[in-house]
């Protein structure tokens, strides 16, 4: 009886729209995450500034309104999509791992010593992966259950945080990302389309991950 009733923590629907003792679906969890960059600075590994992340975001996406005048009215439509930036706060580790690595990406965008910059967006552009996990640690693997790939990133702010003697909090630097492109990848449906992206499908769990069901 008391499973019975859990199943009645729920929006009811109308007949036929969903099975009555469905429940309700376990959902994300905003602090089982992980990010993890690509071409990120000049040194061999980022799995540190990977482990050092304390805070971010997921991708914005708004579309440009455009109007079209007609007759009596107007018609509104889509322009083209533009990405927000991201903030990624990342604490700042007594080995200088972290500023060592955001230096280096602020190095490869603008020489501040020769004062000169990258010839191309190419030659300083980082790919970076944001993943929603389902909590799986040390010999249970994580699986990825959403996935976000930003392309042709870049720095557009670094914030070295302020001191203050007043204070206990750690020390963190929070970098500013613009993203050329972002495509979700592993979610169960997608917008809009029936081509959405499913190249990660077998990282879903196809039915599962409920609450009280």
Not at 43 to 54: D, F, H, M, N, R
Not at 150 to 170: E, F, H, I, K, R
Not at 181 to 198: D, E, H, L, R
Request: charge should be neutral.
């Amino acid at each position: 009886m008391s499973i019975a009733s859990l199943s009645r923590f729920t929006v009811p629907l109308a007949s036929g729209q969903s099975a009555a003792s469905q429940g309700m679906l376990m959902p994300k969890l905003k602090y089982r995450f992980r990010i993890q960059f690509e071409n990120f600075g000049v040194s061999a590994g980022t799995t540190e500034l990977t482990k050092q992340v304390a805070t971010a975001v997921r991708p914005t996406v708004t579309f440009a309104n455009q109007t079209m005048e007609v007759y009596n009215s107007k018609i509104n439509y889509a322009g083209k999509p533009v990405w927000s930036t991201m903030a990624i706060k990342l604490r700042d580790d007594v080995t200088g791992a972290v500023s060592k690595l955001v230096g280096e990406q602020l190095q490869k965008q603008f020489d501040f010593y020769e004062q000169s910059s990258a010839a191309s967006g190419g030659d300083y552009k980082f790919t970076m992966r944001i993943e929603m996990l389902d909590g799986g640690n040390g010999a249970s693997v994580p699986t990825a259950l959403e996935t976000w790939e930003c392309y042709g990133c870049y720095v557009t702010t670094a914030n070295y945080d302020a001191l203050d003697y007043s204070v206990q909090t750690q020390a963190e630097i929070t970098i500013t990302i613009q993203p050329d492109n972002c495509v979700q990848i592993g979610a169960s449906a997608g917008v809009g389309t029936p081509n959405f992206k499913q190249t990660r499908s077998t990282n879903i769990t196809g039915g599962g991950g409920q609450l009280g069901g």
